[in-house]
């Protein structure tokens, strides 16, 4: 076996026709180089270019999820005991080295799963953002001194980490999202198994290898490779097995309850980021231009795969002709095509075929649900395809936007998520019915509203019950020290990023001193102070 740090980049020999390089890819177990116990493996493909292969990855087994986790278990004692700013140093580092070959990651990204430069370049500063936030929060990781009831006795309370983590993430943030999970993970003293996501597993790998550089001593995060099915259930049966001491995932509802129900029989905590059907709203007040803008990237940036996309736009009637002339007129004309070939596009290809294969199945979803199309035609091929698609469109997998009107409460496209470029628009008589279609759906991730009335705002603010808001804002852009994440169908209330997440990551410990070299017994023992009453007719002063 051979250690991550002594290893170049192993190139193979293929086929790619477009003479890019293909990665000889491995697990990373205790820090070592380690391919699947029985030889399987999966690729890596560009879905900008499918024929351009970005390497061949270990489809780990329950064996080496085993392995994994032994690594995970081993080096728990040294790391947990590490002084927690040492252990922010190392995650500065990180960051440091990260802002070093920023551009080479973000190109990756790019290649990997097709989103914009642009964009790819966002999902890395979060992810930067992210180390040097917690690197200071080495320096604090506060507990408090607490007055005991007792004379001669200390209260005291510390953050403890939890243990060893599971951390699955989708592949569309394939940097910020597992830096979320995992760099406060690292601040609280916990160790990791990492499995990737399956459509992005080169620069999964990428960032473990410079978490290494970065100081992190082995076994502390360990990566492992393969398909949600595989890898990451045998991820999730080891919480049965009582081997795993907590679960953060970031993906589907679906899957979402079925980890919240094993990590549940088990006691084991667990922080799920879910989906969404993310509400954004246009009153009369508004900026409409504005909120063309806001609703159009919120709709269609990342060719709509953000767990904070737009779902449902709800237009109030006054302004729903003005509204939708300008944003179609902005929808019909969008740039499309591989960001690493084409300057200005606002989206490029879905993030694989499976992710195309998914989002077509909620095209059909909405046509059957009885909404009209008035925009979109599917997959994006040479022979159809809108006005500014640039490039060969057969060469990925490439999709229309779609445009939904007429959108009511009862059918099924205003209460299911369709991941992709697809937005589903309602009419709203007043701000009330506004603000109940906002509600209306099972899921509370982001929302947003376009108004320039601040009471209406306000209503909006207090009455919509998502994890996050947008006021004259688009539903996605969270920042990095903001609490992130949903209520209803989009969560279990965990919070990922800034300070809040920290309490995801660790338990309260509470420890008393007791100095007075005596039991004295809480409650029982406390000295009880008496009340003297005093003749004084208060009333006498008014
Ligand atoms: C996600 O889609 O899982 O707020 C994360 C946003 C990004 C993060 C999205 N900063 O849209």
Not at 343 to 372: I, Q, W
Request: some cysteine; glycine content about 10%.
């Amino acid at each position: 076996m051979v250690h991550v740090l002594e290893a170049g980049l192993e190139f193979m020999q293929n086929d790619n026709p477009h003479g890019k390089p293909c990665v000889n890819g491995y697990n990373i177990i205790n820090g070592q180089l380690t391919k699947a116990s029985d030889g399987g493996s999966f690729d890596s493909i560009n879905p900008a270019i499918l024929s351009d292969k970005l390497g061949n990855f270990p489809l780990s087994t329950k064996d080496d999820i085993n392995l994994a986790l032994d690594a995970a278990h081993a080096a728990f004692p040294a790391w947990a005991a590490t002084p927690a700013p040492t252990r922010g140093q190392i995650i500065g580092n990180m960051g440091r080295l990260l802002m070093e070959h920023k551009d080479a990651i973000v190109a990756l990204e790019t290649r990997e799963i097709g989103k914009t430069l642009k964009e790819s370049a966002g999902s890395v500063q979060e992810a930067i953002d992210t180390c040097l936030f917690f690197q200071s929060e080495g320096r604090r990781l506060y507990g408090q001194t607490v007055n005991s009831e007792l004379p001669d006795k200390e209260l005291f309370t510390y953050r403890r980490p939890l243990g060893v983590c599971g951390i699955i993430n989708a592949c569309n943030f394939p940097a910020a999202v597992p830096f979320w999970k995992m760099i406060p993970a690292l601040m609280c003293g916990n160790t990791c198994v990492w499995k990737s996501p399956q459509d992005a597993p080169l620069l999964s790998f990428a960032l473990a290898r410079i978490m290494h550089e970065a100081g992190l001593p082995d076994g502390v995060v360990n990566l492992v490779h393969g398909k949600g099915s595989g890898a990451g259930q045998h991820l999730v049966d080891a919480v049965d097995e009582g081997r795993v001491n907590k679960i953060s995932f970031t993906g589907s509802t679906e899957v979402g309850k079925m980890i919240g129900e094993v990590c549940g029989r088990n006691l084991v905590s667990c922080s799920l980021e879910l989906g969404g059907k993310n509400p954004l709203v246009v009153m009369p007040s508004a900026d409409i231009n504005n909120a063309v803008e806001g609703a159009y990237w919120g709709g269609f940036g990342t060719a709509g795969q953000r767990c904070t996309s737009l779902g449902n736009l709800i237009l109030h009637k006054d302004i729903y002709d003005e509204f939708m002339d300008k944003f179609m007129a902005k929808v019909e004309s969008t740039r499309i095509g591989d960001s690493l070939h084409n300057d200005g596009v606002l989206y490029g290809p879905m993030l694989s075929e499976k992710y195309a294969k998914d989002f077509l199945v909620g095209v059909e979803m909405c046509k059957s649900s009885g909404a009209k199309q008035i925009w979109g035609e599917g997959r994006i091929t040479n022979q159809n395809k809108p006005t500014n698609f640039l490039g060969d469109a057969e060469e990925g997998v490439y999709m229309w936007p779609h445009v939904f009107v007429d959108v009511t409460e009862d059918m099924q496209c205003f209460h299911d998520e369709v991941f992709g470029p697809a937005i589903t628009v309602c009419k709203a008589d007043d701000f009330d019915h506004a603000l109940h279609l906002a509600n209306a759906s099972p899921y509370g991730l982001s929302s947003a509203i376009y108004t320039n009335d601040r009471l209406e705002a306000y209503r909006y603010k207090t009455g919509i019950k998502a994890g996050m808001t947008g006021i004259n804002n688009s539903t996605t852009g969270a920042e990095a020290h903001l609490p992130f994440g949903g209520v209803k169908g989009s969560g279990n209330g965990t919070r990922e990023s800034g300070i809040w997440v920290i309490e995801a990551y660790s338990y309260w410990h509470a420890v008393n001193d007791e100095l007075s070299g005596k039991l004295q017994l809480a409650q029982m023992d406390v000295e009880e102070v008496e009340m003297v009453e005093a003749e004084v007719d208060w009333s006498q002063l008014a």
